[in-house]
């Protein structure tokens, strides 16, 4: 299955992939922060585009947050 860049899948994928890279079991709110944060920083700072589009990628970052916070994940590492 693709997964556009910018989607809230897509930024699903980048911080369970970091979760899972840093061998992280059972994420935090202070992890899910630095890594939310993180992400932000790249898309206000380093991606560019247009100012819509990068307001759609920031709404999707935080319901993505949201998911992965509210799911209870857990990480490969974990298992």
Request: overall charge negative; aromatic content about 10%.
């Amino acid at each position: 299955m693709t997964v556009l860049f910018g989607s809230v899948e897509y930024f699903e994928r980048e911080i369970e992939e970091y979760l899972t890279d840093n061998q992280v079991e059972e994420v935090t709110e202070d992890q899910l922060s630095v890594i939310t944060s993180k992400l932000e920083t790249e898309l206000l700072y380093d991606f560019v585009c247009d100012e819509k589009i990068r307001r759609q990628c920031l709404n999707n970052l935080t319901f993505a947050s949201g998911n992965v916070k509210n799911g209870g994940y857990q990480s490969a590492a974990g298992n």
